[in-house]
Structures are given as structure tokens and as C-alpha cells.
């Protein structure tokens, strides 16, 4: 099983560009769904969820075709979705089991032919995850849904879903998109609230209106959706990843480093920024392009409480924990989304770093130095908090079952190679 070896190298230094959000990308294939004509997608990034959902996509029944041009200084990649010839509303648990996300062709499949079966996701390593307020927002909008043999099977009572006011119990980005993609077909208006506001929930509505569905207040706890009879072809951009953007920014304050992430989206990171400001970096915004300069000094600790967008994101919470494990003083970090998302603690312990849990709260001593060692990635972004941790240590550090990293972060070797570390991948 491959590896990656990771050795301290000083400071970080030049240019990375930001590759299309991992969390955008997958509803946005799911909504290819919801048409006859082919919809293409730009700016996809080469990752393993990619690939699942492509996986789910063909097993419906859908024509997946990928194109690449050199577009600038880089490879744009292309793909196109042709679902005129889907014959098959089942996801099945092989593919489910291996990618949460595959739940969001529920909505879409509901929404088009009046049924779905997707398998139940199952536990994962941050938590249960239950699908709860996916199959109550599906009910709301007329669906019938039982759940037998591990799948959830769902129906519309009628030839069409019916648009309704649907409030989610708890801000879930995954039911929001479901239901979101589910109501854009639906005979009348459907209002949700208590909508999760993330970008990448913005990014999958641009889509959707750019493929004809009317809908206003995306961005925001409600949005209204006025259901159209069908929806057709688009061509879209996908959003940039700010939590890849979030993580070399913060290799680089780590590193008391220089960078320049370019092809980024600033306004979508306001709580990282804020929190890398205040760990002492210089923080310079020009159009898509963000420079951080710590100047040569060592980062402050700082307090990171996560919650729901635009508060600070969950998916940064583990790089955060690396940054403090090296900084001055004491950094208090709080998990409020997912129930088990400390995994990376007993590895980054392993790596020297002073951590207490009580509960969802970690507390981080800044040491003066971590020590490479073999440790072990548990989730996607844990395992991008180990690399972190590993640039900065002293000596080697080798990060088995990077399985995870694969998932959600494109190239990212050469991109941190790209900016001086020490980096490669081994088998
Ligand atoms: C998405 C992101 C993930 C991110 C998370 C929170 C994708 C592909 N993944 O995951 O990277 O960490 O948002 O920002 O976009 N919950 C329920 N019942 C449900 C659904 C969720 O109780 O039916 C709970 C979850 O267990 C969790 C909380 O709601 O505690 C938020 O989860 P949710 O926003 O749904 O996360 P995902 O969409 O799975």
C-alpha cells in the first residue's frame, strides 16, 4: 500500500494553485441527473470520490466522458454527463459504503423517474452519519420511503414530487442539496429552511438555474424553489476548493513560510483567514489570488470553534489542531458537527504534540519541535493534518493509509513539492 514520506524542509515558499471544490464537484455530478441533455462540468479535480460517484453515474445507466485542454499555465479538465440513457434508479451498497455522498443521487433519480433505492451509507470513521433528514425532506415533498435490506427505498406518490415547506431539524449540507435538487422538479414552490449556506451548496444552485431551475435565496437558511417540468443541458465551472486552499495556507504559516494560492476563492474562507490573521500571519487578497507571510515567525496558538458556514469549518479542523501543536501558547479547539473527529490526536501525539481531549475539546501546548514518525491517516483530513504536522517536524515522517488523501485532495504532493517541501510518494 502505498505511502507518503514527508521530511522537514523550512520554510514553504511560491505558488499553488487551488483545484475545483471536492464538495462541490460531487452534488453537481448528481444533478446531471435531473436532464435528458448532456451537462459539462469544468474545473473537476482528479480525486477518488470523482471517480466513485463517476462509478455510480455509469452504473445507472449514464454516459461519462472526460476531455482535458491546457487552458493558461494549467490542464482544465472537462466532464460531460449524458443521462439520456439512464435505465436504472439503484446505488448500489459496493459503491455507497466506499462514498457517503453517493446518497445525493437520491434526490436527483426521485425528482426524474418517481423512484430510488440507494443503499444505506453505513458508519464511517467520523462518526454514525445518519440520512435521517435526507429521507424526512424527501417525504415532505411527497415521497413514500421505507427502509428495508439496507437501502432506502423511495417513491412519489404522484407522477411528479409536490413542492412544500420543508424545515430541516438540524443544518445538514448533504439534505439541503438532496432536498434542493429534489424540489427543482417538483409540481409548485418548495421553501427550505434552515438550509445549510455553505458555498458549495451555492455553487450546486448556480448549476441547477444555469440548467433552467428557478431558485432564489441560496446562500441563505431559506431557499425557495419554483419547480420547472424539466431542466436542460449547461456548461458549469466548479467552485474552488477553500478547504484546500485552507490547508496549504495553513502548511504555510505552520512553515513561517510565503505563499500565493492563486485560482482561490477569498470570500468563501472569511473564518480561516480571520483565524490565520490572528496566528500572526499577513494576509493580502488581490482577485483570486491570496498571499499569507508569516514573515519568519513562529505561529500564535488560537482558539477554533467549528460549526455550520460561515463559522468555522469542521473540514479545517484537524490542519488547525497541526498549526497549534507548534505554535506559542495554548490553543483551545472545539468539534461541534462530528461526533469522532479526534482521531488524528493520538497521531499527532506520536509526532510529539501535547494534547489533552475532554470530550469535543481538544487543548493543544504548542511544543518547540515535533519528531517524525510512522503514523497512520484515519480520515481525509486528518490525514492532511499529519503531512502538515510532518513538514515541520524533525526528520522523517512516513503517513500510511493515505487511501484518504486520495479522495479529496488533487496532486497534492507535487503542489507541496511545487512549493518546496520534501515530499514523495512510496510504496
Ligand atoms: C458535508 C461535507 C463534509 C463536511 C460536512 C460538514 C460533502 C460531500 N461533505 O458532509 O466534508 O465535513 O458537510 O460541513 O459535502 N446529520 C444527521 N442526519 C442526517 C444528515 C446529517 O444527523 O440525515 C448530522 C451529521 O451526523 C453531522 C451533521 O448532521 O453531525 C452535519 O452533517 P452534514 O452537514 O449532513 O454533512 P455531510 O453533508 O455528510
New binding site residues.
Given amino acids: 500500500m502505498q505511502k507518503i514520506l514527508v521530511t522537514g524542509n523550512g520554510p514553504l515558499h511560491g505558488e499553488v494553485a487551488v483545484s475545483g471544490a471536492?464538495?462541490a464537484v460531487?452534488?453537481i455530478l448528481c444533478a446531471t441527473l435531473l436532464t435528458e441533455e448532456p451537462v459539462t462540468i469544468r474545473n473537476v479535480p482528479n480525486l477518488h470520490d470523482v471517480q466513485t460517484t463517476r462509478k455510480v453515474l455509469e452504473g445507472l445507466g449514464a454516459k461519462v466522458t472526460t476531455d482535458e485542454k491546457v487552458f493558461g499555465t494549467g490542464l482544465e479538465s472537462f466532464m460531460t454527463v449524458d443521462s439520456s440513457t439512464v435505465n436504472s434508479h439503484i446505488a448500489p451498497y459496493e459503491l455507497v459504503k466506499t462514498m457517503?455522498?453517493s446518497v445525493l443521487v437520491l434526490g436527483p433519480l426521485l425528482a426524474r423517474y418517481g423512484e430510488a433505492e440507494v443503499s444505506l451509507p453505513g458508519g464511517c470513521a467520523i462518526?454514525?452519519?445518519?440520512?435521517?433528514?435526507?429521507?424526512k425532506a424527501m417525504q415532505s415533498l411527497g415521497a413514500e420511503v421505507v427502509v428495508e435490506h439496507g437501502f432506502i427505498k423511495a417513491k412519489a406518490k404522484g407522477a411528479r414530487l409536490v413542492g412544500a415547506h420543508h424545515s430541516f431539524d438540524?443544518?445538514?449540507?448533504?439534505?439541503t442539496?438532496n432536498a434542493l435538487m429534489a424540489a427543482v422538479l417538483a409540481e409548485g414552490t418548495t421553501i427550505l429552511d434552515n438550509a445549510?449556506m455553505?458555498p458549495?451548496i451555492v455553487d450546486l444552485a448556480d448549476c441547477l438555474i444555469a440548467m433552467g431551475a428557478s431558485i432564489i435565496g441560496h446562500g441563505t437558511s431559506r431557499i425557495e424553489i419554483h419547480g420547472v417540468e424539466s431542466l436542460h443541458g449547461a456548461t458549469h465551472d466548479v467552485v474552488a476548493d477553500r478547504?484546500e486552499c485552507g490547508t496549504f495556507l495553513v502548511a504555510a504559516a505552520m512553515s513561517r513560510g510565503k505563499i500565493t494560492t492563486t485560482h482561490s476563492r477569498p470570500e468563501t474562507m472569511d473564518a480561516v483567514l480571520d483565524k490565520l490573521r490572528e496566528a500572526g500571519a499577513e494576509i493580502t487578497i488581490e482577485g483570486d489570488r491570496i498571499t499569507l507571510d508569516m514573515k519568519g515567525q513562529r505561529p500564535k496558538a488560537v482558539d477554533v470553534t467549528t460549526a455550520?458556514?460561515p463559522a468555522f469549518?469542521?473540514?479545517m479542523q484537524a490542519q488547525f489542531m497541526a498549526l497549534n501543536c507548534i505554535a506559542e501558547g495554548v490553543g483551545i479547539i472545539r468539534e461541534n458537527?462530528?461526533?469522532n473527529r479526534f482521531m488524528h490526536v493520538s497521531e499527532l501525539q506520536r509526532l510529539g504534540a501535547d494534547i489533552k481531549v475532554e470530550g469535543h475539546t481538544a487543548i493543544v501546548r504548542g511544543v518547540d519541535q515535533l519528531s517524525g514518525a510512522p503514523v497512520m491517516a484515519t480520515d481525509l483530513r486528518a490525514s492532511a493534518s499529519l503531512i502538515l504536522a510532518g513538514l515541520v517536524a524533525d526528520g522523517e515522517t512516513l503517513v500510511d493509509r493515505i487511501y484518504h488523501l486520495d479522495r479529496g485532495y488533487e496532486n497534492i504532493e507535487a503542489k507541496l513539492q511545487g512549493l518546496g517541501a520534501k515530499i514523495k510518494r512510496v510504496d
Fill in positions: 471536492k464538495n460531487l452534488p457517503r455522498a462518526g454514525s452519519r445518519p440520512v435521517d433528514l435526507h429521507i438540524i443544518v445538514s449540507v448533504g439534505a442539496e445549510a455553505e458549495e478547504i455550520v458556514h469549518p469542521t473540514d458537527i462530528f461526533e
